[in-house]
């Protein structure tokens, strides 16, 4: 019942300067302009990543209202804001318990400032306009550590901010769907417990109040 839409967006070098987010934003009001013609809901658009992916959906939850994303991408206010998102063993944290390599892709730079760190560190930034958010993560994930996830719902709990938080104790990064469609036949990545998380967001997604307009 869902439209689903893929966004291939600029990745180490070409990220420099915010750039995936722009793109994002700018994907986001496209979907949104183009609602009739798509057939979807423009009241109804989320956004869904996995690890890397997942801070890219983060930040245009958390990020979307920033001055210089609004004026860089040029679209109208509040026309890039995910109704709520779904984030997938999520890379949040650029400090303790970062990923760091897909920092170096998601900034553009091996040698990011000080600065830029704290600015894609998504959990530094959650406010209430932030986007509500499902979150998902496995407690043994050896590549993404799981406080990455716990650290984004801590900060959205202070927030006041509707979230879901799914942490399932033994999982390898990178499941996907959890389920034989998306295992790649490698059967450590059939994990039916993890697998509710589709479900289980799908609910969560329809369980929020519905805006009747941006």
Not at 49 to 72: M, Y
Not at 89 to 94: E, L, N, R
Not at 119 to 136: C, G, N, Q, R, T
Request: with cysteine.
């Amino acid at each position: 019942g869902f439209t689903a839409f893929v966004l291939e967006y600029s990745v180490g070098g070409d990220a420099a300067d915010g750039q995936p987010i722009i793109e994002a934003s700018y994907a986001m009001s496209y979907i949104r302009e183009n609602a009739v013609k798509y057939e979807i809901n423009p009241n109804s658009v989320y956004a869904v990543g996995f690890s890397a992916g997942g801070h890219l959906a983060a930040s245009l939850a958390v990020l979307w209202q920033r001055d210089d994303i609004i004026r860089r991408s040029g679209i109208k206010r509040g026309s890039n804001r995910p109704n709520a998102a779904a984030l997938c063993y999520p890379v949040i944290t650029a400090f303790e318990k970062a990923h760091k390599p897909s920092f170096y892709n998601i900034i553009g730079s091996s040698s990011p400032t000080n600065e830029q760190l704290e600015y894609y560190s998504i959990e530094k930034h959650v406010d209430k306009l932030s986007s509500p958010a499902f979150i998902m993560h496995t407690a043994n994930d050896k590549l993404v550590p799981v406080e990455n996830s716990l650290y984004l719902a801590q900060s959205y709990a202070c927030a006041g901010v509707p979230f879901e938080l799914h942490v399932y104790p033994d999982a390898p990064h990178g499941l996907a769907l959890a389920n034989e469609l998306t295992s790649c036949g490698n059967p450590d990545f059939i994990r039916p417990q993890a697998a509710r998380w589709l479900d289980d967001s799908i609910a969560f997604f329809r369980s929020l109040p519905r805006p009747e307009a941006l």
